[in-house]
């Protein structure tokens, strides 16, 4: 019966832990300050329940005691932005943007000879977004002498370890079309049955690096950029943060390059710099 009672005091590895006020405000500056994201009251379960677990594990008690690793620990801060990150992607999402570049965008370039075309995906989670340009490009440039370049970034290490890979299941291919699946990747064998790795040739096209787009230290980008893919990031930014990567992607990119925005995001009282010219797409003036 004592032990028994032990047991019942004792917390279950899944149970979530009690967050307080304090403590949700506390790590929500923490958050808006580090990388950003803006996280509502409407996501305050989301953050208990994603947090609890990791937290038991390594041995603590509260969130108290969690935040405060946190703001001394590098490794730990890392971790705590791939808990509360969310991903939701898939290959050709918004699929319109993707015909916009095949037939208005990149024809504009044809004119522009031996033309490298500069692509920057912002947010590219677990890599669909960047393959998706990727195979794109490849298909619009055909036999041109033209080339192109990617660099895909985010905040969340463990999804650009996924991008990174390349290997999707069936289910995450199922946008694919045939024609595409046969020729940017190869089916695997074996114990590899039912995977799906992107072929290296499109692969070693795309740089991936962590980039926190909020940070006050540059962006590793030399050459100016031709299209900015930064699609449902604005959404989880106050105003201010909005204003402050606009303002920044503005100087990433060349004179008429585009930044590609969600479907639920838009650009307003900057009329002197971007032109809307198609559903979700700025054009730099």
Same mark, same amino acid.
């Given at each position: *019966? ?13 149970? %979530? ?9 506390? $790590? ?32 603590? =008690?509260?969130?108290?005691?969690? /935040? ?41 370039? *044809? ?20 393959? +998706? ?5 490849? +298909?619009?440039?055909?036999?041109? %002498?033209?080339?192109?370049? /990617? ?25 694919? +079309?045939?024609? =595409? ?31 926190? $787009? ?39 990119? +060349?004179?008429?390059?585009?930044? /590609? ?7 307003? %009282? ?14 730099? /003036?």
């Amino acid at each position: *019966m004592f032990l028994l009672k032990i047991m019942r005091r004792l917390p279950m590895e899944n149970e %979530n832990l009690s967050l307080s006020n304090e403590e949700f405000q506390k $790590l929500r500056s923490f958050v808006l300050r580090s990388i950003g994201v803006n996280l509502s009251d409407a996501k305050r379960a989301l953050v208990i329940s994603r947090l609890s677990k990791h937290i038991r594990k390594k041995g603590l =008690h509260s969130f108290t005691q969690y /935040i405060n690793i946190v703001e001394q620990n590098e490794q730990e801060k890392e971790k705590l932005f791939n808990l509360i990150t969310t991903n939701v992607t898939n290959f050709f999402r918004e699929v319109h943007h993707f015909h916009f570049l095949t037939n208005e965008f990149i024809p504009s370039l *044809m004119t522009k000879q031996g033309k490298v075309v500069r692509v920057w995906s912002a947010a590219c989670s677990s890599g669909e977004e960047p393959y +998706s340009i990727a195979m794109t490009l490849e +298909s619009a440039l055909g036999k041109t %002498n033209m080339d192109y370049k /990617i660099l895909a970034s985010d905040v969340n290490t463990e999804m650009l370890q996924k991008a990174k890979a390349g290997i999707y299941r069936h289910e995450e291919v199922k946008g694919i +079309s045939y024609d =595409h699946l046969k020729t940017f990747f190869k089916l695997g064998q074996g114990e590899n049955k039912g995977l799906f790795k992107i072929k290296e040739n499109v692969q070693k096209k795309i740089v991936f690096q962590r980039i926190n $787009l909020v940070g006050n230290e540059r962006y590793p980008i030399k050459n100016k950029l031709d299209i900015i893919f930064c699609r449902n990031v604005f959404i989880y930014f106050s105003k201010e943060t909005q204003k402050y990567l606009l303002d920044r992607f503005y100087e990433q990119l +060349s004179p008429g390059g585009i930044l /590609i925005l969600g479907h639920s995001e838009s650009i307003a %009282n900057h009329p002197n710099k971007w032109r809307l010219i198609h559903k979700t797409i700025y054009k730099k /003036i």
